[in-house]
């Protein structure tokens, strides 16, 4: 027989419990109250069958928080250690402003500008044979980055330019076809090449805008400030401005390569910087700081690309994603529902 409602009470409650029945009955509502409507077979099986409902619901339970935390355990543990290679891989997060995950969406474009006289040539064959993993980082870091490489030289003597691309070929062909070119002063047209990067290069209008100036030689004195107004107003919109300064070490490749020719060894000393070489960080220093970028020096023995890279990226905060968490018990736990008690005296005279 089918019953419309169950009533649970203790033996303390069971005057109450019977007149809520008996108020229930009379409404034409069929309960079920031990121990009148239960014999003792029938209140042990239904028991049991609860119990066996309950433990298999536990048991279930169990499983799934073991197998859910045994799962996401090593997904965790795997996740972290990505989070540690890209850590030793990309720089730390910096005041750049903007993620890799917004440069990814938005677009990261670069221009090299490149001291082209004569004194670069072991530099610019470093770069050219480096190019491709320069790129290579880039893209690793921003698939839709583009690169664009402005050559110059003295005042006066014409650039020689490599447009915005994606295209890693493109820029190795483009490096292939440039020869020293023949300036002999000592300061070179700095400005008239930032100026081309900055204003005439086919920028992307959300993209980030970085400008990298390679060279050995400070810009003309009364270059200098209208350069320093140049940079500002290119920080102003969207643009970061990085100098590498490759004087230093231009200097002991030169004084290396001309003993081995001339003496066949090694220079038993290499002779100081000349002062007038010093000149190049400071400017550089200078004009990076207006560009809200860095200078640094390539380092004896560095690969420029490395040195390029690292001004690239210094500034730019990784995304890190938070790994999941292992999951606790609270998480899957759901209340399993139960029957109201209805054995308060409350309910007893009403109608």
Same mark, same amino acid.
Not at 53 to 82: E, F, H, M, N, Y
Not at 140 to 167: D, H, Y
């Given at each position: 027989?089918?019953?419309?409602?169950?009533?649970?009470?203790?033996a303390r409650?069971?005057?109450?419990a019977?007149?809520?029945c008996a108020k229930?009955?009379?409404?034409?509502?069929?309960?079920?109250?031990a121990?009148?409507?239960?014999?003792?077979?029938?209140?042990?099986?239904r028991a049991?069958?609860?119990?066996?409902w309950?433990?298999?619901?536990?048991?279930a339970?169990?499983?799934a928080l073991v197998?859910?935390?045994?799962?996401?355990?090593?997904?965790q543990?795997q996740?972290?250690a990505?989070d540690?290679?890209r850590?030793?891989?990309?720089?730390?997060?910096g005041a750049?402003?903007t993620?890799?995950?917004d /440069?990814?969406?938005?677009? +990261?474009?670069i221009? %090299?500008?490149?001291? #082209?006289?004569?004194?670069m040539?072991?530099?610019i064959? !470093?770069?050219r044979a480096?190019?491709p993993?320069l790129?290579q980082?880039?893209?690793r870091?921003?698939p839709?980055a583009?690169?664009?490489?402005i050559?110059?030289?003295?005042?006066g003597e014409?650039?020689?330019?490599?447009?915005?691309? /994606?295209?890693p070929?493109e +820029?190795?062909d483009f %490096?292939?076809t440039? #020869?020293?070119?023949g300036?002999g002063?000592?300061?070179? !047209?700095?400005?008239?090449?930032?100026?081309?990067a900055?204003e005439?290069?086919?920028?992307?209008?959300y993209?980030?805008?970085v400008?990298?100036?390679?060279?050995?030689?400070?810009?003309?004195?009364e270059?200098?400030t209208?350069?320093?107004?140049?940079?500002?107003?290119?920080?102003d919109?969207?643009?970061?401005?990085?100098a590498?300064?490759v004087a230093?070490?231009e200097?002991?490749?030169?004084e290396?390569?001309?003993?081995?020719k001339?003496h066949?060894?090694?220079?038993?000393?290499?002779?100081p910087?000349?002062?007038?070489y010093?000149?190049?960080?400071?400017?550089?220093?200078v004009l990076a700081?207006?560009?809200?970028g860095?200078?640094?020096?390539l380092?004896r023995?560095?690969?420029?690309d490395?040195?390029?890279?690292?001004l690239?990226?210094?500034?730019v905060?990784?995304?890190i994603?938070?790994p999941?968490k292992?999951?606790?018990?609270h998480?899957?736990?759901?209340?399993?529902?139960?029957?109201p008690r209805?054995?308060?005296p409350?309910l007893?005279?009403?109608?």
């Amino acid at each position: 027989m089918a019953h419309d409602v169950f009533i649970s009470h203790s033996a303390r409650d069971k005057p109450y419990a019977d007149a809520v029945c008996a108020k229930l009955e009379s409404r034409g509502l069929r309960c079920w109250i031990a121990p009148r409507a239960a014999t003792a077979p029938t209140v042990i099986a239904r028991a049991r069958t609860r119990s066996k409902w309950i433990v298999r619901s536990i048991a279930a339970l169990v499983i799934a928080l073991v197998g859910t935390a045994r799962d996401a355990a090593p997904q965790q543990v795997q996740k972290a250690a990505q989070d540690r290679e890209r850590a030793q891989a990309e720089p730390e997060a910096g005041a750049f402003g903007t993620s890799i995950g917004d /440069l990814r969406k938005r677009g +990261l474009d670069i221009v %090299l500008v490149i001291d #082209g006289t004569g004194s670069m040539n072991l530099i610019i064959d !470093d770069l050219r044979a480096r190019m491709p993993q320069l790129v290579q980082s880039i893209h690793r870091l921003v698939p839709i980055a583009r690169i664009g490489i402005i050559v110059f030289g003295g005042k006066g003597e014409k650039m020689t330019i490599q447009p915005l691309t /994606l295209s890693p070929q493109e +820029l190795s062909d483009f %490096l292939n076809t440039i #020869g020293a070119m023949g300036s002999g002063e000592w300061e070179e !047209d700095t400005l008239g090449a930032c100026q081309t990067a900055m204003e005439k290069m086919d920028w992307k209008p959300y993209a980030r805008k970085v400008v990298v100036l390679v060279g050995d030689s400070p810009p003309r004195k009364e270059d200098f400030t209208p350069l320093l107004a140049l940079i500002r107003k290119f920080k102003d919109n969207n643009g970061t401005f990085n100098a590498v300064d490759v004087a230093a070490e231009e200097h002991e490749r030169f004084e290396r390569e001309f003993w081995l020719k001339h003496h066949h060894k090694e220079p038993p000393k290499l002779s100081p910087l000349p002062e007038f070489y010093r000149q190049t960080a400071q400017a550089y220093r200078v004009l990076a700081a207006a560009g809200d970028g860095d200078m640094q020096e390539l380092p004896r023995n560095g690969s420029i690309d490395r040195v390029i890279f690292r001004l690239i990226s210094a500034k730019v905060p990784p995304k890190i994603e938070v790994p999941p968490k292992i999951p606790r018990y609270h998480d899957y736990y759901v209340p399993i529902a139960r029957t109201p008690r209805l054995c308060s005296p409350h309910l007893e005279g009403r109608g």
